[in-house]
């Protein structure tokens, strides 16, 4: 009995293929359609996977790119005896702390370890290398190695010119041809002043920026000998005596084949974070939910267009469970053919622009030409889940139709659906109750999941509230009440339609709120450390007391570039004692101990902090960059504050009496402030109190400035910081580029310029999230506006007949894309804001009680978004109204 079944069963769906592959080649803009939908995402699915694939290096690619035609590595870092895993990847020392090489390797000292006749060559990977182009130091990637040694020659491929063979010789890279705007031939010049002339262009199979490919005889010492490795070709096998002598002296061996004896150190399978394979299967299951939504019109327009032979297979002894197999059997072979499709042009795709996402994407050659067949075959599966899923409600009308009413060509009044609505209010409500619990604990899997709920249940809840809108048509004129009439009659294909429009735009909006609420709250939290538009320049090389170029000589630079400038010296308060070479002091301001804060403020505490007066600090911690306490007479006050004239002159006088300004006033006590001195040795800390006046106007930070007689009262001395440049209007990018070329000459100071908001702008990602979903409400629109035209032939041969105007089609395929552009646009905004609203409400209840304290996010709705999706819908419409041709249709045509 049971085999008899199941023969019975493979037999209907193979019957079930055949007529849906016969209806796939009579309809064929509607299989098209279908299919281009379902190709498309997997044509960039397939994509990504293949170049993935083949962007992951297999063990023996990476030991060819990193070893080139040598046997091993040898990288000589430690002095005492250490162990190795399997594949020179880790190392760690046997006994104790490892102790550092301090001085650098010789090849005779290595080859003293190695088998004879072993040949080997230096490497190092990393090597400053500074040019000045345009007037502007830019760093580019270097290594030494001799590219003529044959062990060395298959690290990089040349391709213009010879490789180096003299010290003050390189080859570069295209990329790095390209931006030092050099020749073959031409010389290049460091910032420290040596001159190298291009000889060749090489290409590094693992980095296709701006490389540098110098020769190894360079200057040795100690920052060098750190990266510095070597490229052994040895007369036989690495075997495990040669490695065990070697790590014996501290040495790391990476060679081809995994070392016998050692660990590999693997634990088990690489699986991925729970928390981020979550988040990607509920975005994959929103995409598969939009692909849904979008073919789902098709089916259903096909489903009503096969009434009559769906009906007589009903009437030939068809059960409901074989009505659904037919329609379900174009799901399987439109989701197949769709992925057929998108799989061959995504693997085209992805070998065809393999030499472009190697140099614009991954920055490095790809391994041999492979697929990712696990992957591939998991998209397909995705694109026939899709296909069987988008016809599975269809299917699900054509099982229960009226034989007799789809005999005779007569349309059903569709039926109430409360169930689905009940269903949708359920889902929508639990998905709310579940992103508001995933915002509070900060669970983006959570929020993300009741996001989906959320969608899940406004999609049920579309075709009730379609009929009650249509409803309201008779109070509209005939052509708008036409388009609702049949939005409400064909609610199978208008309701997924709707349906997609409001998932993209509830995405686009919901996320567009949250990242614009985000950019504002970052923004009133951004605190400038020094006046916005002043500029403060610091030494960019050698030790923090190196020597300063005369102020003199910067402010005569500065001018250049920015007339009206005032260039100031900072100095910061040092040991004038140091207690040995590694001491240094911090000079801080402190409240008495009855007003200090019990908590600490970067840790945890108890949400009565927020209440304690003596946890409000009346300044904020700098966003951009912070300055030590500083030692000055007042002249850098004005422009290191920007506070009030009368407070600037008053903090003066209580500089030039000996004291201390602060910005805290809880500092203050009786006129007088608590500076503590702490050493970064072993030193006792020194205390002093000092005349101490509270700067309350000017920059919110927290700020101490020293004079010269308190710093010499606390034992310091003042040491050079830079120079703070006060400015009448904010230098512009073009400024301080111009500056950083003027400071080149003089010393290599680093240009830092304070704003007064964060340095990044959101505006195009919201921009882009706008376009995503306005494309996608234009092709939900066009489709459905489309399906609708071709269903409604016969209402329009009958508006002809009763001597409608020509016009009459084209208004009405206005209002019909209008119904589907607008009303998915709104319940998607409507749908977003409350998404946005209740994950935004989450987060600051929770921040509400939180030590240290965070600022709430504002419910900012991103102009830009909205915007572009009140637009989409009105171009949505105009273009249905152009794209339709105005003449009716005669009964006599629709043969």
Same mark, same amino acid.
């Given at each position: 009995?049971?085999?008899?079944?199941?023969?019975?069963?493979?037999?209907?769906?193979?019957?079930?293929?055949?007529?849906?592959?016969?209806?796939?080649?009579?309809?064929?803009?509607?299989?098209?359609?279908?299919?281009?939908?379902?190709?498309?995402?997997?044509?960039?699915?397939?994509?990504?996977?293949?170049?993935?694939?083949?962007?992951?290096?297999?063990?023996?690619?990476?030991?060819?790119?990193?070893?080139?035609?040598?046997?091993?590595?040898?990288?000589?870092?430690?002095?005492?005896?250490?162990?190795?895993?399997?594949?020179?990847?880790?190392?760690?020392?046997?006994?104790?702390?490892?102790?550092?090489?301090?001085?650098?390797?010789?090849?005779?000292?290595?080859?003293?370890?190695?088998?004879?006749?072993?040949?080997?060559?230096?490497?190092?990977?990393?090597?400053?290398?500074?040019?000045?182009?345009?007037?502007?130091?830019?760093?580019?990637?270097?290594?030494?190695?001799?590219?003529?040694?044959?062990?060395?020659?298959?690290?990089?491929?040349?391709?213009?010119?010879?490789?180096?063979?003299?010290?003050?010789?390189?080859?570069?890279?295209?990329?790095?041809?390209?931006?030092?705007?050099?020749?073959?031939?031409?010389?290049?010049?460091?910032?420290?002043?040596?001159?190298?002339?291009?000889?060749?262009?090489?290409?590094?199979?693992?980095?296709?920026?701006?490389?540098?490919?110098?020769?190894?005889?360079?200057?040795?010492?100690?920052?060098?000998?750190?990266?510095?490795?070597?490229?052994?070709?040895?007369?036989?096998?690495?075997?495990?005596?040669?490695?065990?002598?070697?790590?014996?002296?501290?040495?790391?061996?990476?060679?081809?084949?995994?070392?016998?004896?050692?660990?590999?150190?693997?634990?088990?399978?690489?699986?991925?974070?729970?928390?981020? =394979?979550?988040?990607? +299967? $509920?975005?994959? %299951?929103?995409?598969?939910?939009?692909?849904? &939504?979008?073919? @789902?019109? *098709? /089916? #259903?327009?096909?489903?009503?267009?096969?009434?009559?032979?769906?009906?007589?297979?009903?009437?030939?002894?068809?059960?409901?469970?074989?009505?659904?197999?037919?329609?379900? =059997?174009?799901?399987? +072979? $439109?989701?197949? %053919?769709?992925?057929?499709?998108?799989?061959? &042009?995504?693997? @085209?795709? *992805? /070998? #065809?622009?393999?030499?472009?996402?190697?140099?614009?994407?991954?920055?490095?050659?790809?391994?041999?030409?492979?697929?990712?067949?696990?992957?591939?075959?998991?998209?397909? =599966?995705?694109?026939?889940?899709?296909?069987?899923?988008?016809?599975?409600?269809?299917?699900?009308?054509?099982?229960?139709?009226?034989?007799?009413?789809?005999?005779?060509?007569?349309?059903?009044?569709?039926?109430?659906?409360?169930?689905?609505?009940?269903?949708?209010?359920?889902?929508?409500?639990?998905?709310? =109750?579940?992103?508001?619990?995933?915002?509070?604990?900060?669970?983006?899997?959570?929020?993300?999941?009741?996001?989906?709920?959320?969608?899940?249940?406004?999609?049920?809840?579309?075709?009730?509230?379609?009929?009650?809108?249509?409803?309201?048509?008779?109070?509209?004129?005939?052509?708008?009440?036409?388009?609702?009439?049949?939005?409400?009659?064909?609610?199978?294909?208008?309701?997924?339609?709707?349906?997609?429009?409001?998932?993209?735009?509830?995405?686009?909006?919901?996320?567009?709120?949250?990242?614009?609420?985000?950019?504002?709250?970052?923004?009133?939290?951004?605190?400038?450390?020094?006046?916005?538009?002043?500029?403060?320049?610091?030494?960019?090389?050698?030790?923090?007391?190196?020597?300063?170029?005369?102020?003199?000589?910067?402010?005569?630079?500065?001018?250049?570039?920015?007339?009206?400038?005032?260039?100031?010296?900072?100095?910061?308060?040092?040991?004038?004692?140091?207690?040995?070479?590694?001491?240094?002091?911090?000079?801080?301001?402190?409240?008495?101990?009855?007003?200090?804060?019990?908590?600490?403020?970067?840790?945890?505490?108890?949400?009565?902090?927020?209440?304690?007066?003596?946890?409000?600090?009346?300044?904020?911690?700098?966003?951009?960059?912070?300055?030590?306490?500083?030692?000055?007479?007042?002249?850098?006050?004005?422009?290191?504050?920007?506070?009030?004239?009368?407070?600037?002159?008053?903090?003066?006088?209580?500089?030039?009496?000996?004291?201390?300004?602060?910005?805290?006033?809880?500092?203050?006590?009786?006129?007088?402030?608590?500076?503590?001195?702490?050493?970064?040795?072993?030193?006792?800390?020194?205390?002093?109190?000092?005349?101490?006046?509270?700067?309350?106007?000017?920059?919110?930070?927290?700020?101490?400035?020293?004079?010269?007689?308190?710093?010499?009262?606390?034992?310091?001395?003042?040491?050079?910081?830079?120079?703070?440049?006060?400015?009448?209007?904010?230098?512009?990018?073009?400024?301080?580029?111009?500056?950083?070329?003027?400071?080149?000459?003089?010393?290599?100071?680093?240009?830092?310029?304070?704003?007064?908001?964060?340095?990044?702008?959101?505006?195009?990602?919201?921009?882009?999230?706008?376009?995503?979903?306005?494309?996608?409400?234009?092709?939900?629109?066009?489709?459905?506006?489309?399906?609708?035209?071709?269903?409604?032939?016969?209402?329009?041969?009958?508006?002809?007949?009763?001597?409608?105007?020509?016009?009459?089609?084209?208004?009405?395929?206005?209002?019909?894309?209008?119904?589907?552009?607008?009303?998915?646009?709104?319940?998607?905004?409507?749908?977003?804001?409350?998404?946005?609203?209740?994950?935004?409400?989450?987060?600051?209840?929770?921040?509400?009680?939180?030590?240290?304290?965070?600022?709430?996010?504002?419910?900012?709705?991103?102009?830009?978004?909205?915007?572009?999706?009140?637009?989409?819908?009105?171009?949505?419409?105009?273009?249905?109204?152009?794209?339709?041709?105005?003449?009716?249709?005669?009964?006599?045509?629709?043969?």
């Amino acid at each position: 009995m049971n085999r008899g079944r199941l023969a019975a069963t493979l037999g209907s769906w193979r019957t079930a293929l055949r007529i849906a592959r016969r209806e796939a080649l009579r309809a064929r803009r509607r299989t098209a359609l279908v299919l281009v939908m379902i190709a498309l995402p997997v044509l960039g699915l397939s994509f990504a996977a293949v170049s993935y694939d083949m962007a992951e290096l297999s063990r023996a690619e990476r030991m060819d790119r990193q070893l080139g035609a040598a046997d091993a590595e040898l990288r000589w870092a430690d002095v005492n005896p250490i162990t190795q895993d399997a594949w020179g990847e880790g190392s760690w020392p046997i006994q104790g702390d490892a102790v550092p090489r301090t001085r650098p390797v010789t090849a005779d000292e290595l080859r003293a370890l190695l088998p004879a006749g072993t040949r080997l060559t230096p490497l190092r990977r990393w090597v400053p290398f500074d040019v000045r182009v345009d007037r502007k130091t830019v760093s580019f990637d270097a290594r030494a190695v001799d590219l003529t040694d044959p062990l060395a020659r298959p690290l990089a491929t040349l391709r213009d010119g010879r490789r180096p063979t003299r010290s003050d010789e390189i080859a570069v890279s295209p990329a790095a041809l390209r931006r030092l705007g050099a020749r073959l031939g031409e010389p290049v010049r460091t910032v420290d002043g040596t001159t190298y002339r291009v000889v060749g262009v090489v290409e590094f199979p693992d980095n296709l920026r701006e490389v540098v490919a110098l020769r190894p005889e360079l200057p040795p010492g100690p920052p060098a000998a750190a990266d510095e490795s070597w490229l052994v070709d040895l007369p036989g096998p690495v075997d495990g005596t040669l490695v065990d002598r070697l790590n014996a002296r501290g040495i790391l061996v990476t060679a081809r084949n995994p070392l016998p004896g050692r660990d590999e150190m693997a634990t088990g399978p690489d699986l991925p974070d729970a928390e981020e =394979a979550g988040n990607t +299967v $509920l975005v994959g %299951g929103l995409g598969l939910l939009e692909v849904v &939504l979008l073919v @789902g019109p *098709a /089916f #259903a327009v096909g489903v009503r267009r096969r009434r009559r032979d769906l009906a007589l297979v009903a009437v030939a002894g068809g059960d409901a469970a074989h009505l659904r197999r037919i329609v379900l =059997a174009d799901g399987v +072979v $439109l989701g197949a %053919g769709g992925a057929a499709v998108g799989l061959l &042009l995504g693997i @085209g795709a *992805a /070998f #065809a622009g393999r030499p472009l996402v190697e140099q614009y994407v991954i920055q490095a050659r790809f391994g041999a030409y492979r697929v990712f067949p696990a992957a591939l075959v998991a998209i397909i =599966a995705v694109a026939v889940l899709a296909g069987v899923l988008a016809a599975l409600a269809p299917a699900w009308t054509a099982a229960r139709q009226d034989v007799v009413a789809g005999l005779a060509g007569r349309r059903e009044a569709p039926r109430p659906g409360r169930r689905w609505l009940a269903l949708g209010l359920l889902l929508t409500v639990a998905g709310a =109750a579940v992103a508001a619990v995933g915002a509070t604990r900060t669970t983006p899997t959570g929020v993300l999941a009741g996001v989906v709920l959320g969608e899940l249940g406004l999609v049920f809840c579309t075709p009730t509230l379609i009929g009650l809108l249509a409803r309201t048509g008779r109070l509209l004129p005939l052509t708008p009440r036409l388009a609702l009439r049949d939005a409400s009659r064909n609610r199978s294909s208008a309701a997924p339609a709707i349906s997609a429009v409001m998932a993209a735009v509830a995405g686009s909006v919901a996320l567009g709120v949250y990242v614009a609420s985000d950019d504002a709250r970052q923004r009133a939290a951004w605190q400038p450390g020094l006046p916005p538009g002043h500029v403060l320049l610091q030494r960019t090389d050698g030790p923090a007391d190196s020597a300063l170029p005369p102020a003199g000589q910067v402010a005569e630079r500065v001018r250049a570039v920015l007339p009206g400038a005032t260039v100031v010296p900072l100095a910061t308060p040092d040991c004038a004692r140091p207690a040995d070479k590694e001491d240094y002091c911090v000079a801080t301001a402190v409240r008495p101990p009855e007003q200090r804060c019990p908590y600490d403020p970067m840790g945890s505490g108890p949400p009565s902090a927020r209440t304690d007066p003596r946890c409000a600090r009346p300044f904020r911690e700098p966003s951009d960059f912070y300055l030590p306490a500083i030692v000055d007479d007042g002249t850098a006050l004005p422009a290191l504050t920007g506070g009030p004239a009368e407070e600037v002159a008053a903090a003066r006088r209580t500089l030039g009496a000996g004291g201390v300004v602060v910005t805290d006033p809880g500092q203050v006590v009786d006129g007088r402030v608590r500076v503590e001195v702490s050493h970064g040795s072993d030193a006792p800390t020194a205390v002093g109190t000092l005349p101490g006046y509270a700067l309350r106007g000017g920059l919110p930070v927290d700020r101490v400035v020293l004079s010269p007689a308190a710093a010499t009262t606390l034992g310091l001395v003042a040491a050079p910081l830079g120079y703070l440049v006060d400015t009448a209007d904010a230098p512009t990018a073009r400024d301080r580029d111009r500056l950083a070329a003027e400071l080149t000459e003089v010393a290599p100071l680093a240009v830092q310029v304070a704003t007064a908001g964060p340095p990044f702008d959101q505006r195009p990602l919201l921009l882009l999230l706008a376009g995503a979903s306005g494309l996608i409400t234009l092709g939900a629109a066009a489709v459905a506006t489309g399906l609708a035209a071709a269903e409604g032939r016969r209402d329009l041969s009958t508006l002809a007949a009763v001597g409608a105007d020509p016009r009459v089609r084209r208004v009405l395929s206005l209002c019909q894309a209008g119904v589907i552009a607008v009303l998915g646009s709104v319940l998607g905004i409507v749908a977003g804001l409350g998404s946005a609203a209740i994950i935004l409400v989450s987060l600051n209840r929770r921040y509400a009680q939180s030590w240290p304290v965070e600022p709430p996010y504002p419910l900012v709705v991103p102009g830009s978004t909205l915007t572009v999706l009140v637009v989409v819908p009105l171009v949505a419409m105009v273009g249905a109204a152009l794209l339709t041709r105005s003449r009716l249709p005669v009964e006599r045509r629709l043969d």
